[in-house]
């Protein structure tokens, strides 16, 4: 699988949502959003859900979130969360 990192925590709204969209519109079956927000981005996680797609949102302990977002809705994305230790 192919990661696409979008690292948004130091980003103003509405570009993680904008720049978190353009990347789903490029998503294929090998593909996956690995977007890093300061906040929970309820409205893209909804959307994404609405349009069929494989949804992940976690909080880890520093408080920023993790959210994963797939076409393929057979892959396990827990499986793809990044510790803290490992983000690029």
């Known amino acids: 699988m192919t990661r696409l990192l979008l690292d948004a925590r130091e980003m103003e709204h509405p570009e993680p ?3 978190a969209i353009a990347i789903l519109r490029g998503l294929d079956e090998e593909s996956y959003l690995y977007m890093l927000h300061r906040r929970e981005p309820v ?3 909804a959307l994404a859900r609405e349009h069929g797609l494989n949804a992940l949102v976690r909080c880890d302990e520093q ?3 993790h959210i994963l977002i797939s076409r393929n809705r057979d892959i396990d994305l827990e499986a793809f969360l990044l510790d803290r ?3 690029a």
């Open 63 to 65: 408080g920023e979130w």
């Open 43 to 45: 409205p893209l996680t």
């Open 85 to 87: 230790d490992s983000r």
């Open 17 to 19: 949502l904008e720049k």
